[in-house]
């Protein structure tokens, strides 16, 4: 006679403890590493760099938390993951609205002033060509924000990588990860032809494999 079919949570409950929580590990590092170079490749976009990369760390965490899945970094190891992901989303939104909006109205003065000379013949756009370094200055202040929100947001998913390699000792090797700067903390750097990639320095005495 045949042994009945086991359900996932039935084979998960014949695991040995410490193999649930390595595959559970595992799993949340997978997520987190590509979340990380997604995140970069936005930081790297902030900074005018052409990158291809097709996933959206935005996104990425929406679905993991669509799934309702609990082996995830953001509900198993972190729950502050969450809090800290939707205040920076929140004010990045912010941030490129308010850049969005000077934008318009520095274009919409500028034009006006240039209508109204051409329609009088006086030099009325002298005033609105000299808010030209306005929108530079908008510009720059918005390019330093955000950079820095996707900084923070980066340096924040590498310490948790760091944590959960160094806490279930798994392989850093086994979860490098590609970078468009090099400018993190905990991480060595490693070039090849297309790119940067970078890899956990653990700690010693974790994250042996």
Do not use: C
């Not at 938390?65 to 912010?94: C, M, Q």
């Not at 700067?181 to 005495?205: L, M, N, P, Q």
Request: proline letters at 2%.
């Amino acid at each position: 006679m045949t042994e009945p079919v086991k359900d996932s949570v039935e084979a998960a409950l014949d695991l040995d403890e410490k193999e649930v929580y390595s595959h559970i590990a595992h799993e949340s590092a997978e997520d987190i590493i590509r979340i990380i170079s997604s995140l970069d490749a936005e930081r790297a976009k902030v900074h005018g760099e052409v990158i291809y990369y097709r996933d959206d760390w935005d996104e990425l965490i929406r679905q993991r938390i669509a799934r309702g899945k609990r082996h995830t970094a953001f509900d198993f190891y972190n729950p502050s993951l969450l809090d800290i992901w939707e205040d920076k989303v929140h004010e990045a939104k912010r941030i490129k609205r308010i850049t969005g909006a000077a934008y318009v109205v520095l274009a919409a003065i500028i034009g006006i002033t240039a209508l109204v000379s051409i329609v009088t013949g006086e030099a009325y756009f002298i005033p609105g060509v000299a808010l030209l370094p306005l929108a530079v200055f908008v510009r720059e202040y918005s390019k330093d924000k955000l950079d820095v929100i996707y900084y923070e947001l980066t340096q924040f998913f590498i310490d948790e990588l760091k944590a959960i390699i160094e806490k279930h000792n798994l392989n850093p090797e086994s979860y490098r990860f590609k970078l468009f700067s090099g400018d993190y903390f905990g991480v060595s750097i490693r070039k090849s032809g297309t790119g940067i990639y970078a890899v956990i320095e653990a700690s010693d005495g974790g994250g042996n494999g």
